[in-house]
């Protein structure tokens, strides 16, 4: 007669068994949960933006372009990373600079898309080919700051007399001027007065919204309060 109690503890070793499988089977099952590529690379790399220009003549493209070639130079047709289809082969030439092309900018757009496993190779690819870094610029506009331009909005406009009037302000107890100014002195006593604001103060918030200091709190917030507006 079979012993009830070896039943008892086989079925208990068996429970056992079962729970463990399923508790390691969870974790892999989280780590295999598949995101958009662009959903990974703003969660893991936020050093990192997705290259939103469609400008084939974009300094960003282009250099990602020259990366995507230099690193496919022995490439044949049809086995390049992205498969493009008007990849031609291998070459042969030196590599230079130029224009992207638009099917480089169309293959970006669409494997950003896609679904994959943290880590997969199609992530690491479009990291690398179809990214930029982060701007002190992005960082302000995610904030709901709309960055000032010297390419939209003259000197003398209402934005830009603001921004330097607000420069002038916080800088009032100062010895000099945070950003040194050229001609400072003379300058500030524009503010509040409807007058061209100082170009040299424009260019340095061109500049520091084009900087890559994403770190610089101090930075950031000074760009935040004399370059930007609601």
């Not at 800088?171 to 100014?181: C, K, L, P, Q, R």
């Amino acid at each position: 007669m079979a012993n009830p109690l070896l039943f008892k503890s086989l079925a208990g070793v068996g429970g056992v068994a079962a729970a463990t499988g399923a508790a390691i089977g969870i974790p892999k099952l989280l780590a295999e949960e598949e995101h958009l590529v662009s959903e990974l690379i703003a969660t893991h790399n936020p050093e990192k933006r997705l290259i939103s220009s469609t400008n084939l003549k974009d300094e960003a493209w282009k250099q990602s372009w020259e990366a995507y070639r230099n690193d496919n130079k022995s490439a044949a047709k049809g086995h390049d990373t992205f498969k493009l289809p008007d990849w031609s082969g291998s070459i042969s030439q030196a590599i230079t600079s130029a224009d992207a092309v638009q099917s480089f900018l169309d293959a970006c757009a669409n494997n950003s898309k896609r679904k994959v496993v943290t880590g997969s190779k199609l992530y690491e690819e479009v990291l690398r080919y179809c990214t930029r870094d982060t701007t002190i610029s992005d960082l302000v506009t995610e904030s709901k700051r709309t960055p000032l331009s010297k390419t939209t909005q003259n000197a003398n406009a209402q934005e830009w007399r603001d921004a330097w009037a607000a420069y002038v302000r916080d800088n009032a107890s100062d010895t000099g001027d945070a950003w040194s100014i050229t001609s400072y002195s003379t300058e500030k006593a524009k503010a509040n007065q409807n007058q061209a604001v100082s170009e040299d103060f424009r260019s340095k918030c061109e500049k520091h919204l084009a900087s890559t200091s994403i770190k610089d709190a101090k930075l950031i917030g000074q760009v935040k309060a004399w370059c930007t507006r609601a």
